[in-house]
């Protein structure tokens, strides 16, 4: 079964913006770590952001200032807020799920482009 699945990906211009939405279950949303990596062409995988259950956060130094992780309770569901886009900010997205020595979890991955 499924248990992370992300959406809003797409097509943006530069300084546009796209929310990502990571749909989870209940058990890792409460007990793991959530947070947001992408790959970009010719990159390796990188963190992008993170977000504890007390809600902490923290971001890759490129994308502090414009991107914010968060969660909604009601929803179960962990979203990427990205503003001011960047051409270098395309790529394939993946929700992540972590619980260092437990359980590590991964979305399908989502793409985004960010071209005029």
């Known amino acids: 079964q499924v248990q992370l699945v992300e959406s809003g990906g797409g097509l943006v211009q530069p300084g546009g913006s796209l929310r990502l939405s990571c749909a989870t279950s209940i058990d890792i949303f409460t007990s793991h770590v959530m947070g947001w990596y992408r790959q970009r062409a010719g990159k390796q995988r990188e963190l992008v952001a993170v977000?504890?259950?007390?809600?902490?956060?923290d971001y890759a130094g490129s994308v502090k200032g414009r991107f914010t992780i968060s969660r909604d309770n009601a929803n179960i569901t962990v979203y990427l807020q990205m503003n001011s886009l960047k051409p270098e900010d395309t790529g394939v997205y993946y929700c992540?799920?972590?619980?260092?020595?437990?359980?590590?979890?991964w979305g399908q991955g989502i793409q985004v482009t960010v071209s005029s």
């Open positions: 977000i504890t259950s007390g809600g902490s956060t």
């Open positions: 992540h799920a972590g619980r260092p020595g437990v359980s590590d979890y």
